[in-house]
């Protein structure tokens, strides 16, 4: 079973989901801890590997720092394990994106080929989880894959919403001044 998910972190905007893997969120830093000093988008991401004998499996997640829509999947970072080897944590965990160490290349680990990810930057977010069999020697076969989309949409300033309302309200006024 694999599965991912997104979801607010902590007391941030909730988060919608159109129910076939396309997730909205809020663009902005969250305000808990270790961010605003490390940043953290106000989403995180879920992931959730289970069944019998995961053991003898490996695993790929795949994602993207970049906001353009469409990035292709060769500039995505990747993390490649076998089941055996990766912590229970990684099972099931929530991560954010503004995650120092997902950034960062190590044995098994390929850093994206954009910049660090920004959370004050509106755009489109790609996730697998994909689970393969055979081994890297012998060749690897896909057999499983979960992927989801996270539209993240800028958050009008409170001027520009201020400005909306006394638009609105004119529009009131001068309708009424109309009849």
């Known amino acids: 079973m694999l599965g991912l998910t997104a979801h607010q972190r902590y007391a941030a905007a909730p988060i919608t989901n159109n129910g076939a893997g396309t997730f909205t969120a809020e663009a902005g830093v969250s305000i808990d801890a270790p961010s605003p000093a490390d940043p953290y988008a106000t989403w995180n991401f879920g992931t959730d590997?289970?069944?019998?004998?995961?053991?003898?499996?490996?695993?790929?997640?795949?994602?993207?720092?970049?906001?353009?829509?469409?990035?292709?999947?060769?500039?995505?970072?990747?993390?490649?394990?076998?089941?055996?080897?990766l912590t229970a944590a990684q099972f099931q965990n929530s991560s954010n994106l503004g995650m120092d160490f997902l950034a960062t290349s190590v044995a098994g680990l390929t850093a994206p080929g954009f910049a660090l990810f920004d959370p004050t930057v509106a755009g489109e977010y790609t996730f697998a989880l994909i689970a393969y069999s055979g081994s890297p020697q012998a060749g690897l076969a896909e057999v499983a894959r979960s992927a989801i989309v996270v539209n993240v949409q800028a958050v009008p300033e409170p001027a520009s919403l201020a400005l909306i309302g006394l638009a609105l309200a004119g529009l009131g006024v001068a309708r009424r001044r109309t009849r």
């Not at 069944?51 to 990747?78: C, E, M, Q």
């Not at 993390?79 to 055996?84: K, R």
């Open 49 to 85: 590997i289970g069944g019998s004998d995961i053991s003898n499996y490996w695993f790929s997640l795949v994602y993207d720092f970049d906001p353009a829509s469409g990035t292709g999947k060769s500039v995505h970072r990747k993390t490649l394990g076998p089941g055996s080897l």
